[in-house]
């Protein structure tokens, strides 16, 4: 059976899915035989939904999570650079995109930037890949520029 888990409710479907089990995820968390993933579905992300992918579907553990870019390069996401180049927001921006030194696990990256002061319980840059965004009021929002996937 597949199930789609929109915020707080759980919807399960009846019908019989293709053999693939994909069903599109119209809230947030797209959930299969052998994989999960967290990406923007027309609702805004929150740093609880987050915390709460990993726990349910990672087993607790950011490591467990690959962050996965939706755009071929980093300079195709059209928001976050005009800080210093080089700086936290660079950096991560381009290590949430591109993996930081190649790796892409979430709880690695976020290690990496707890180190240069990024918070680990709120990663607002990740939330603004996975929204499209920094506030509802950019052009981009609801166009996610990353997702979370879960291997099982």
């Not at 059976?1 to 994909?22: D, G, I, Q, W």
């Not at 579907?57 to 999570?65: D, Y």
Request: glycine share 12%; charged share 25%; aromatic share 8%.
């Amino acid at each position: 059976m597949t199930k789609v888990v929109a915020l707080k409710k759980e919807v399960r479907s009846t019908k019989k899915a293709s053999s693939k089990k994909v069903v599109k995820a119209v809230a947030k968390r797209q959930i299969t035989g052998s994989y999960a993933e967290l990406v923007h579905g027309g609702n805004e992300l929150t740093y609880d939904e987050i915390t709460s992918f990993v726990r349910t579907e990672a087993g607790g553990n950011e490591n467990n999570v690959e962050v996965t870019a939706l755009v071929d390069k980093p300079e195709d996401v059209p928001f976050g650079w005009g800080g210093k180049k080089g700086g936290v927001r660079d950096i991560l921006q381009k290590a949430f995109l591109t993996g930081y030194n190649g790796d892409k696990r979430l709880g690695f990256i976020l290690n990496q930037g707890a180190k240069l002061g990024h918070s680990r319980k709120k990663p607002n840059v990740l939330l603004a890949l996975l929204n499209g965004g920094y506030s509802p009021s950019s052009k981009y929002w609801g166009t996610p520029y990353v997702k979370l996937t879960v291997t099982k």
